[in-house]
């Protein structure tokens, strides 16, 4: 009985450990200056209101991540989350229009950026999923979006036609 708790007690310690390592994600309350040290300059920096930043950690054009740090009044960490993911895609659509900055706020810097007709642009984030897809944004030349979908990845359907 002793020696099955160990294990066990082994087991979960060590679980927690990868899981910790692969996810380096700084605690609440962690300062910032530690969260700059640790995981360097950010791709970007958005004001947050009341008071308070977010840093933006994106992985793009290719990589599959966009890690937001949320920095409170006192700098210190309130939150951090991995944005890119269908979840945060379907809350945002939900919410309705959103300006060029608030989507940057809410989402990061996209992988990819191309012209629309009429002077609007879309906006194409890759994420983490076992199918080979990438979420898109509209906006139209006011800089609203305009709607967001999901759809094939071309560096994907790219690699799928040269196996061909």
């Known amino acids: 009985m002793k020696s099955s708790i160990g294990f066990v007690s082994l087991v979960l310690s060590t679980s927690w450990f990868l899981a910790a390592c692969a996810t380096p994600v700084p605690p609440v309350r962690t300062a910032v200056a530690d969260v700059l040290k640790a995981w360097g300059q950010p791709t970007a920096t958005y004001a947050l209101q009341p008071a308070g930043q977010r840093l933006e950690y994106a992985t793009g054009p290719f990589g599959r991540t966009t890690w937001m740090i949320d920095i409170d009044a006192d700098g210190r960490v309130s939150q951090a989350r991995q944005v890119l993911n269908e979840a945060e895609f379907?809350?945002?659509?939900?919410?309705?229009?959103?300006?060029?900055?608030?989507?940057l706020r809410r989402i990061g810097t996209p992988g990819e950026r191309r012209g629309a007709r009429f002077g609007g642009e879309t906006w194409s984030w890759r994420y983490p999923t076992n199918d080979c897809l990438w979420f898109q944004v509209s906006l139209d030349a006011a800089g609203m979006t305009q709607g967001g979908a999901f759809g094939i990845d071309p560096v994907c359907d790219a690699r799928d036609q040269a196996r061909d």
């Not at 939900?94 to 989507?103: A, E, S, Y």
């Open 90 to 103: 379907m809350a945002m659509q939900q919410q309705g229009p959103l300006t060029r900055d608030g989507l």
